[in-house]
């Protein structure tokens, strides 16, 4: 299932894509700015490792490849939550240093979050980005997120204590859609 919206594409992850994801991924300044869980440096074995991970499990699709003008310069995953958070899905993602600051972020934002309100049966989307990361905070308030809180020295990145945000869109709130 692959989603169109103004010039990008998300489709979903395969193992054929393996190559594409490491060549992206592959980037301290991108690393830097996800969680510990994410390798640097970035390995063809660390791509397909985590393809085979998620793969299976993602029927309906909620890891999706970013592609703009056919070519894969990102990624974005949809985490569905359990227990008392059920009604929430987090999202995560990044994008090729090359491609940042041209609205494709916010783009593909704008498309995973309308089809986490169609797929599932949640009423919150919501992103933890660092603090320190303006391009990731701007891409979710151009999406229509809003900052509710800075949760103050709440992380440690590459041994610096720092803080983190939570943005989020209800979707009572969120005026897009992809239909």
């Not at 905070?137 to 939570?166: H, M, P, Y």
Request: aromatic share 12%; with cysteine.
């Amino acid at each position: 299932m692959d989603i169109f919206f103004e010039g990008i594409i998300l489709r979903p992850w395969s193992i054929r894509d393996a190559h594409d994801l490491a060549r992206i991924a592959d980037n301290k300044n991108i690393a830097d700015n996800l969680r510990d869980g994410f390798p640097n440096p970035y390995s063809l074995e660390d791509a397909i490792t985590w393809l085979n991970i998620i793969l299976p499990e993602n029927i309906p699709p909620r890891f999706f490849a970013i592609l703009a003008e056919k070519v894969i310069v990102g990624s974005i995953g949809i985490v569905t939550k359990t227990d008392i958070y059920r009604k929430n899905v987090e999202i995560g993602y990044y994008l090729a240093e090359d491609y940042w600051g041209k609205g494709i972020m916010t783009r593909a934002i704008m498309a995973a979050t309308s089809y986490s309100f169609r797929q599932f049966d949640i009423v919150r989307v919501y992103a933890e980005p660092f603090a320190d990361n303006p391009g990731s905070r701007r891409a979710l308030e151009k999406a229509g997120f809003s900052l509710e809180a800075t949760l103050k020295q709440n992380v440690i990145k590459n041994g610096i204590i720092k803080d983190s945000c939570i943005y989020s869109v209800l979707k009572e709130d969120f005026k897009f859609s992809l239909d």
